[in-house]
């Protein structure tokens, strides 16, 4: 019979982690919900023995079990409750070995919970290279626990760890931090309230329900009160005995001790990389070259998902008996998909960019020389990496924001990330530039295209940290403000950890925003594919001699096939909700062509683009020429109003600045609704965002007219 | 003396924090009493600073590092 047991990984952040975790799960991994909880686990399975799997769940790094950001809270969640279905039969805590004493405060912590816990010393190279060593055989008496040195980047020592996991013997609780001095009865009645028998797992739960106004908060705030038991006091008593506990063993178990403050490696490189005048400017530098390889290496595979699409759905389109299932697979889920995939090439490079910084260690350098300029504007340091990773998808990017810890600041960087843009947003600025300016426009050495494009860019950026400096002023808060952060020692990537992480980011954004954009783009076609009053059938039947005549050349067939899908397109429901909000949109110079695209863009924004080939009849078969044919014809056209162009300068700009502002993504807010827990704040920034776009539109629209 | 007022390269030991609610914070991120620290580098702006600890880098705020009081040796 399979044996299963569930194991978890806990230590500090940049303490190998994640890197020992790839290198016992592999790929083989997700991350899922709790049942019936918004907390998300990061899972994978090994393989132990012939009979024997272990589950093995990755929490998020964390400094102490008094968790003060939203990722810390995972690892809190997760620890506190025996019953859960999830919990742990071991702990494997990684600590960084060149930083052993502060990474054994967690441990200690942990240990004390009454889980039974193996120690594994990571970075054993590192801490040499510092000077320091340790006899391992007298560091397990000392702690009490199996201790195990690994190289999790290296891949060194996992098979012991495997091998321990098997062996029943080593599964040995220890327990570090007296409780002597707590009021017994307390702590007794303590344990009752929270229904733990481990008396240190009951107060330390107790202290966080109380602090964190979690269930049970009232009845142990009461008891607190009653004994007069002061919470801070006590972590701060425990912080530090635990501290002196694990200099005495720490002390005792180093071999020698040649480690004085001094300069490393790493402080030559900050030195550089971190200058109080070009740290800042070797950012932007780097910054524009990782732009400019997202831009020049992404058209190639792009171009091959789009021939790929293309040739699917094609295949479907001839094989597959016409009729209404036909159109539903076509144009609502392989439209939608195609829709999904098309953003897969720019997002995975852009990611892979972060990625290698992250890992390498430079993100938090940038993070420490951008905090003051963010200051202002009400967010942190910290929040520079959604921000940027906004530009490729705003989904992943709003994940990215949990390791915050102040509310306030966090709320905002996910307030305003959906203003920075996303990769969705770039089809419809290529076309609505193109339609302004000719592609082969030079100013300078400077293409103008591109110059216009990397105008939209940095509006989006400055829209993005105005509204952040407005929300400033109306968001509370009650938490203090502090940005204290480690700057890790600079290493060396890992090829294997960029591949999954980017697996992981690139998953959010596919089956995260992907299944909605699918959702969505199904719900879209049926706005578009039927309509009131029997219209559409009208459509179809005046164009119904002209396309089944086979004396009428097949070239006027297919032009007429065209036009009447456009026709269609204008009876359906989606050109009724077109035409009803045409009033609305008019002051922004669009008619209810327009209309339409905006709605479908909820999928996703570039569903414009689709949109618009479609109203204008165009053979949408996602070539070049669909660009340059869309906008010949969204050229000619004439509104039969004014007699002029539909599409002047100033409604095209107006276009552009409402597409920068609007939110028309139903990923992002659902993606908000679940990382605030609320649906208060995706109704407020759909809604701030919205009146954003439509203001900044109606005055380019003015000006420009 | 406090933190914001070393300067490059000098080395002090932390005697208190006297902001109670960083303290806890900042004990778990090691900077607790007894320890030796030193200025390292200072960000665009002069804030935050990054100071070494004996066994890490931890990057604060003036604001914050204001309510670190230190004694710096010789």
């Known amino acids: ?705 | 003396m406090n933190l914001t007022e070393l300067k490059f390269g000098q080395k002090a030991i932390i005697e208190r924090v006297t902001d109670d609610d960083l303290s806890l914070k900042l004990f778990e991120m090691g900077l607790l009493p007894g320890e030796t620290i030193m200025l390292e580098n200072v960000a665009p702006f002069g804030d935050p600073i990054a100071v070494l600890l004996s066994e890490s880098k931890i990057c604060i705020r003036l604001q914050d590092a204001g309510s670190v009081q230190i004694k710096p040796i010789d």
Not at chain 1, 102 to 114: E, I, K, W, Y
């Open chain 1, 1 to 705: 019979m399979q044996k299963e047991i569930t194991v978890a990984l806990v230590g500090n952040p940049n303490c190998g982690k994640t890197s020992l975790f790839n290198a016992l799960t592999g790929l083989n991994h997700k991350v899922s919900n709790f049942a019936g909880t918004t907390v998300e686990k990061k899972t994978g399975e090994t393989k132990l023995s012939a009979g024997v799997k272990a589950q093995i769940i990755d929490l998020p790094g964390t400094y102490s079990l008094y968790p003060k950001s939203a990722d810390e809270l995972v690892t809190y969640e997760i620890l506190r409750n025996k019953a859960e279905n999830n919990y742990p039969d071991l702990v494997i805590f990684i600590a960084d070995a060149s930083n052993l004493k502060r990474n054994l405060l967690l441990f200690s912590q942990v240990a004390d919970l009454g889980v039974p816990i193996i120690l594994c010393l990571n970075m054993m190279d590192v801490a040499e290279r510092k000077g320091i060593r340790y006899d391992l055989k007298l560091l397990e008496k000392e702690l009490g626990v199996p201790i195990f040195a690994i190289n999790a980047r290296k891949q060194e020592g996992i098979d012991n760890i495997k091998s321990a996991l098997l062996n029943d013997k080593l599964r040995i609780t220890a327990q570090y931090y007296n409780l002597d001095h707590v009021n017994a009865k307390m702590l007794d009645e303590i344990c009752k309230a929270t229904d733990k028998r481990n008396k240190y797992a009951a107060l330390q739960f107790a202290i966080n329900a109380s602090s964190l106004l979690s269930e049970k908060a009232q009845r142990i705030i009461k008891l607190f009160e009653k004994y007069s038991f002061d919470t801070r006091k006590f972590q701060e008593d425990e912080i530090l005995s635990r501290y002196h506990i694990i200099e005495t063993t720490v002390r005792n178990a180093r071999l020698k001790n040649t480690s004085q403050l001094k300069n490393s490696l790493t402080h030559k490189v900050d030195e550089i990389l971190t200058h109080r005048y070009w740290g800042i400017g070797i950012f932007l530098v780097l910054l524009l070259l990782v732009f400019q390889a997202m831009f020049s290496w992404s058209s190639y595979p792009m171009d091959f998902v789009e021939y790929i699409f293309g040739l699917i759905s094609n295949y479907i389109e001839t094989q597959m008996p016409k009729g209404i299932l036909n159109d539903l697979m076509v144009q609502g889920i392989l439209a939608g998909l195609s829709g999904v995939m098309i953003f897969l090439p720019q997002i995975i490079i852009l990611f892979l960019f972060i990625a290698i910084l992250e890992d390498v260690g430079y993100m938090a350098r940038v993070g420490f020389m951008m905090d003051r300029i963010m200051r202002p504007f009400g967010m942190n340091g910290k929040s520079i990496v959604p921000l940027i990773s906004g530009m490729a998808c705003a989904v992943p990017s709003i994940m990215a924001s949990r390791n915050i810890e102040n509310k306030k600041e966090r709320l905002i960087t996910i307030l305003v990330t959906p203003l920075m843009s996303c990769s969705a947003r770039l089809p419809v600025y290529t076309l609505l530039i193109g339609m302004l300016i000719p592609d082969t426009a030079k100013w300078g050495p400077f293409n103008v295209h591109g110059l216009v494009l990397m105008l939209m860019y940095l509006i989006g950026f400055v829209a993005a940290i105005f509204s952040a400096w407005i929300f400033k002023f109306f968001i509370k808060q009650k938490q203090k403000n502090y940005f204290i952060m480690e700057l890790p020692s600079y290493k060396m990537p890992v090829f294997s950890n960029l591949m999954i992480t980017l697996y992981e980011k690139a998953g959010a954004f596919v089956w995260g925003a992907g299944k909605i954009i699918v959702a969505v783009s199904v719900v879209l076609w049926v706005l578009a594919s039927t309509g009131p009053h029997g219209n559409i059938a009208k459509v179809e039947q005046k164009f119904a001699s002209t396309i089944n005549n086979d004396t009428i050349p097949e070239t006027l067939r297919e032009e007429a096939k065209l036009q009447m899908n456009s026709q269609k397109l204008e009876a359906s429901y989606a050109g009724e909700f077109g035409k009803m909000i045409e009033p609305a949109i008019r002051p922004l110079g669009f008619d209810w062509k327009i209309g339409i695209a905006l709605l479908t863009s909820l999928a996703a924004r570039e569903v414009f683009v689709g949109t618009m080939s479609t109203i204008y009849s165009v053979n949408d078969d996602g070539g070049e020429e669909t660009f340059s044919n869309i906008k010949t014809k969204m050229q000619a056209e004439i509104n039969s109003q004014t007699g002029k162009p539909s599409y002047s300068l100033a409604t095209i700009l107006s276009l552009m600045i409402f597409y920068a502002f609007a939110l028309q993504c139903m990923s992002t807010i659902a993606v908000v609704k679940k990382e605030t827990h609320s649906n208060k704040w995706p109704i407020i920034q759909f809604v701030y965002m919205t009146v954003l776009a439509y203001a900044s539109s109606f005055l380019v629209f003015t000006i420009f007219t």
